[in-house]
């Protein structure tokens, strides 16, 4: 193929390639995952990432002020009066000296970078104006995903920005209400199906197929695109320089996937001279990454994957009735999508899985609530996971590791109201009630 980006399966015994003009998220002639892939010698791009820093000068304009879209020359893809923008990505990244004390780490090792602050309050908006953008370029009417919380909210706020119909999918009673609002007031359809996230992966990758609508789940390789964003901007506020570690929570492994293939491209481009390591954590209530990579030794090979080991794996999964369940229900998924993308940025980042408990996430939680920026719970699986891995000594007290924290804390406050007024860790603050009494309100203050 001709073109200077095209998708391309990862299957290596097929290889197969498409247009950017198709709306695919599978190969159509295998079915597997696809790729966005660019012809890097016949594109534009800058000679070193200091070269964005000009666009800081120019934020009036809506595709310069968006943190996905002032990186446009890495992710080109579209043009860019085809890009949608409803001002994603003014992100920070937050040393946290607190946080490393907690993990028993080093001061100035320990970073957040909180991704609450994305307008839906998610990662997922990132991706998400990506893939609206794609959707336009290729002129879709309606799209629709299946959801935890967070991307319903997304994809309703994006699909309202450029007047596409939205449905989302979503399981009986496994979405926290934070997120669910946002997706009703956002006017989307919700369709709540008698299952899980994964019977809902399922449902709506057929009636994609059947209605031709538009996936935006992370299957949909323009995602990533966008995804891969977070990167650049961790690199921005480190002054263009890479960390020794970024820590992501594991869920249905799209940002895994996006950071493995940012620092694949960055170091073609001779863009960076080192590649971070990549610490996966899972919840242990949804270890499925954790028990391929590292029980059963599952890797990406080179893209030769021992498939017929994960489908045995999941056939045992359906055999036992078993259902994932964790309270970080960002992550609670058991067949995770992009495993094979995720298991190549394993490869190409040198990475690790860990997976934690319920009670370590929730602690670590309260810790960033209390000395940092509040957060989701599954945000507080990174922090679990360097904590754990601080204490196996696999990531060094000096070394810099970067928590990525995947959204805000109002996504599910029912979480951190209950472990306050439960008081169920050591750090909980529950309120504390007294008579309607000066003296008795006095007393409560000193004590």
């Known amino acids: 193929m001709s073109e200077r980006v095209y998708q391309k399966c990862i299957n290596i015994n097929c290889s197969a390639t498409f247009s950017v003009a198709e709306p695919l998220f599978a190969c159509r002639s295998c079915g597997d995952l696809l790729d966005v892939q660019y012809d890097w010698e016949h594109l534009e791009v800058p000679g070193n990432l200091g070269w964005f820093e000009q666009r800081w000068s120019t934020r009036h304009e809506p595709l310069d002020w968006s943190g996905v879209w002032r990186f446009r020359e890495l992710l080109p893809f579209c043009s860019t009066r085809d890009c949608v923008t409803v001002g994603e990505g003014q992100t920070i990244l937050q040393r946290n000296d607190h946080v490393a004390e907690y993990t028993d780490s080093a001061p100035g090792s320990v970073y957040l970078q ?11 908006d990132n991706g998400m104006t990506a893939a609206t953008s794609h959707a336009k370029m290729v002129g879709a009417e309606n799209v629709a995903c299946a959801s935890t919380g967070n991307t319903s909210a997304s994809i309703a706020l994006y699909a309202h920005a450029c007047d596409l119909g939205c449905t989302v999918f979503i399981g009986s009673g496994r979405i926290a209400y934070g997120k669910l609002s946002q997706a009703l007031d956002y006017g989307a359809k919700t369709i709540q199906i008698k299952g899980d996230f994964d019977d809902c992966m399922r449902q709506v990758q057929d009636v994609c197929r059947k209605e031709n609508i538009y996936l935006v789940n992370s299957l949909n390789p323009f995602r990533l695109e966008g995804q891969k ?3 650049y901007r961790v690199l921005e506020a480190l002054r263009w320089q890479s960390p020794d570690w970024i820590v992501v929570p594991g869920g249905n492994l799209g940002n895994s996937s996006a950071f493995g293939k940012a620092f694949l491209e960055l170091k073609h481009l001779g863009l960076i001279d080192k590649v971070p390591r990549l610490a996966i954590i899972n919840a242990k209530g949804a270890n499925t990454l954790y028990e391929l990579y590292e029980n059963q030794g599952i890797r990406f090979n080179g893209g030769d994957v021992e498939v017929g080991k994960v489908n045995q794996y999941y056939q045992e999964l359906d055999d036992s009735g078993y259902r994932p369940d964790t309270v970080a229900t960002a992550i609670e998924i058991s067949r995770p999508v992009n495993l094979k993308k995720c298991l190549r940025a394993l490869e190409i980042c040198n990475g690790v899985v860990r997976d934690v408990s319920d009670e370590d996430i929730v602690e670590a ?5 209390r000395f940092g920026i509040g957060c989701e719970p599954a945000s507080g699986a990174s922090v679990a996971g360097l904590k754990l891995l601080r204490e196996q000594g696999i990531i060094g007290s000096n070394e810099m590791a970067v928590c990525i924290l995947t ?12 472990y306050h007024i439960e008081q169920d860790g050591r750090f909980s603050n529950s309120p504390i009630e007294v008579d309607n009494d ?4 006095i007393k409560a203050i000193k004590s």
Do not use: R, W
């Not at 909180?114 to 997922?124: A, I, L």
């Not at 000066?438 to 309100?441: F, L, S």
């Open 365 to 369: 939680k309260s810790v960033v609530g």
């Open 114 to 124: 909180y991704e609450g602050m994305n307008p839906s309050g998610s990662f997922k």
């Open 438 to 441: 000066i003296d008795a309100i």
């Open 229 to 231: 964003t977070i990167m």
């Open 407 to 418: 959204g805000h804390q109002l996504k599910d406050p029912n979480c951190t109201v209950n």
